[in-house]
């Protein structure tokens, strides 16, 4: 949609239009030739930033966010993936069922080293897993990373390809080195059966365990976007954490055991491998160092060394259902307590059904569906930091404003201290044409729509946008309504506050009416 100028609710001539489909916009100017358009754009839609994906709300709040970002995104690297898109989302769940799947075909492949039959179809099974994980590792180098410390998305191919080699790449190499060695002992004909080195070799897969952290973050991705109770899947990641180590020690005890074994015996019955099964285990639990048998099989520091493992992985797994069930319990009555509080009030109040719900909708969307006391941390926050806080959330804004051109920096950060947050829901007014102007707003995050006093819609305004300067100066009325779109948190800004602030510096405060002045005159100009 082509700019238009317009009057906005201060009075000031702006550029802006009314709220379109930037994504579509790009995407159009990007493919508008060659064959199957349509599915092509389809795709690229699902590897942008996402509003769906349960950390897209974390790092881009608001819709005008999420565009920028996906114009970023198709204009300079169209062949990456973004970390929040939806496909990447999916591929992570998938891959999540394939680490399952490996472990546990690590573990059970080298239970049965002694059984050619079974040994053959587990060394399938996991060629198939390592296969799909080496899809995953090509995939890897085409997805963009969230860098914590840049507070932004990289999808420079050149910089996701030396993150990716710099953390997981050689892990995940070397833990599918054993399903490669397959393919060469086919093509070479060497018989694993009576090649106690290649058996060892399995151990290799044991480094999938240092992908436990993306599998554990995978489920958390899960439960975000599902919404389920964070405690109860504390608990579950626990128990499930617990389990795959224990049979990726599983993995580690068979392949030790039967090294030995094959050096010492290499005709052990079928049924002492089911009775290995049961001494590992007892290992494992902590309620037995094995029999004589075993000991003798095995270095009794190897029997030490799993004795000991297995006793810190229980208290690990008692301090985190401790953990869960201590702050479930406190999180619990907190949470419980406040929303009885919330039902006893609108109960006292004999409010509808539709400010319930506005009620809860403004609680999950100022606290993230994690409430805090925000009063009590600025408590306890130094009045030097709170103002560091504020000035690096607004400063931005406020250098955008034509209306603070100019103004010194000891200055800018005194009006910053006067700045206050308010939340507005969709549908609610935060400002009505006729009535007096006493303040300024700055869009922190969200989207807003300016009417005429006629109830012409004029533009949208979102992320970084302000309106209403003059009336820090002049008691004008307002001629535009404004009225919020999506939920939106905006910064405050009082007359009485901006002109206690410029009031003891003569010169800044005579050129600031001055220049609202000439702006008053000029927006009434142009709305004639």
């Given amino acids: 949609m082509p700019r238009k100028s317009s009057v906005s609710p201060s009075g000031i001539v702006h550029d802006c239009k009314l709220q379109a489909d930037a994504e579509e916009d790009v995407l159009a100017q990007i493919i508008d030739t060659g064959i199957f358009i349509n599915l092509r754009r389809k795709l690229l839609t699902l590897s942008m930033v996402n509003r769906d994906h349960p950390r897209t709300q974390l790092y881009y709040k608001s ?19 973004h970390p929040f898109c939806l496909w990447c989302l999916y591929w992570e769940f998938f891959i999540f069922w394939v680490y399952s799947y490996m472990y546990l075909v690590c573990s059970l492949s080298v239970a049965f080293l002694r059984n050619r039959e079974v040994l053959g179809k587990m060394n399938i099974a996991r060629l198939a897993g390592d296969f799909v994980l080496l899809i995953d590792m090509i995939h890897l180098f085409f997805m963009g990373y969230y860098c914590t410390e840049k507070s932004r998305t990289i999808m420079n191919p050149i910089q996701v390809a030396k993150h990716y080699l710099a953390t997981y790449f050689f892990v995940d190499l070397i833990s599918s080195v054993p399903s490669y060695c397959e393919i ?100 494992l639990l902590v309620v037995s160092h094995g029999d004589n048998t075993l000991i003798s099989t095995a270095n009794i520091a190897v029997v030490s060394l799993f004795l000991c493992v297995g006793y810190v992985m229980q208290l690990f797994l008692y301090a985190e259902v401790m953990q869960v069930w201590n702050k479930f319990e406190s999180a619990s009555n907190k949470n419980d307590n406040l929303l009885q509080q919330f039902k006893e009030y609108m109960k006292y109040k004999g409010l509808p059904i539709q400010i319930r719900e506005k009620m809860f909708t403004y609680f999950n969307f100022k606290f993230q569906n994690e409430f805090f006391n925000e009063a009590q941390i600025n408590s306890m926050v130094s009045d030097i930091l709170k103002q560091e806080i504020l000035m690096h959330v607004t400063k ?70 302000h309106f209403g300067e003059i009336a820090l100066v002049f008691n004008e009325p307002r001629i535009a309504t404004v ?32 220049n609202a002045r000439e702006r008053l005159l000029r927006s009434r100009i142009e709305s004639f």
């Fill in 63 to 81: 819709g005008a966010s999420c565009r920028r970002e996906g114009v970023r995104h198709l204009v300079n690297y169209m062949i990456m993936s």
């Fill in 184 to 283: 060469l002992k086919w093509l070479f004909d060497i018989d694993e059966f009576n090649n106690p080195y290649l058996s060892a070799m399995r151990l290799l897969s044991i480094f999938k365990v240092f992908r436990i952290g993306r599998w554990l973050e995978t489920l958390e991705l899960y439960r975000q976007y599902m919404n389920y109770s964070s405690y109860w899947f504390k608990a579950i990641k626990a128990v499930l954490m617990y389990l795959v180590l224990i049979v990726l020690l599983y993995a580690a005890i068979f392949t030790v055991m039967n090294f030995m074994i094959f050096t010492e015996s290499p005709d052990r019955s079928e049924m002492y491998k089911f009775e290995r099964f049961y001494k590992a285990t007892m290992i």
């Fill in 483 to 514: 009225v919020a779109v999506t939920p939106c948190e905006l910064f405050k800004l009082k007359r009485t506050d901006f002109l206690d602030v410029i009031e003891p510096f003569a010169e800044l405060k005579t050129q600031i009416v001055a």
């Fill in 396 to 465: 931005i804004h406020l250098e955008k404003a034509q209306f603070f051109k100019g103004i010194p920096e000891t200055v800018l950060m005194k009006i910053v201290s006067q700045l206050k947050s308010e939340i507005y829901l969709p549908d609610d007014v935060i400002v009505t044409a006729g009535t007096p102007g006493t303040c300024m707003y700055f869009i922190y995050f969200g989207t807003v729509a300016v009417y005429t006093a006629m109830g012409k819609e004029i533009c949208h305004l979102e992320d970084g946008a």
